[in-house]
Nanobody, 122 residues
Framework: QVQLVESGGGLVQAGGSLRLSCAASGRTFRSYVLGWFRQAPGKEREFVAVISRSGGDPYYADSVKGRFTISRDAAKNTVDLQMNSLKPEDTAVYYC???????????????WGQGTQVTVSS
């Protein structure tokens, strides 16, 4: 089992940047595929980005490709999401997530953080 705690959300103007971080604890960090989902008010939770166990092969939703970058640090047991060129439509609660299977991750990872609010003003 793994526990996930997000930090770094906040309020930013359109065009600005934020960096989210997720600290993972519990079982071996490298056993898990890690990534991010988000949920905007009145909408379903959606996939944002995922990164493999080795830290390679990042994959992004089309809506954030070219603006967001996911990375993981095995020494710190963290996975970060650097968000640039933010838009008002990026406003959502962002959730860190983990699963032992990449195939399962996109459909619904087993482990979730509590979420952190990101608000982008126009």
């Amino acid at each position: 089992q793994v526990q996930l705690v997000e930090s770094g959300g906040g309020l930013v103007q359109a065009g600005g940047s934020l960096r989210l971080s997720c600290a993972a604890s519990g079982r071996t960090f490298r056993s898990y595929v890690l990534g991010w989902f988000r949920q905007a008010p009145g909408k379903e939770r959606e996939f944002v980005a995922v990164i493999s166990r080795s830290g390679g092969d990042p994959y992004y939703a089309d809506s954030v490709k070219g603006r967001f970058t996911i990375s993981r640090d095995a020494a710190k047991n963290t996975v970060d999401l650097q968000m640039n060129s933010l838009k008002p439509e990026d406003t959502a609660v962002y959730y860190c997530a983990a699963d032992s299977s990449l195939g399962v991750f996109r459909r619904g990872p087993a482990y979730w953080g509590q979420g952190t609010q990101v608000t982008v003003s126009s």
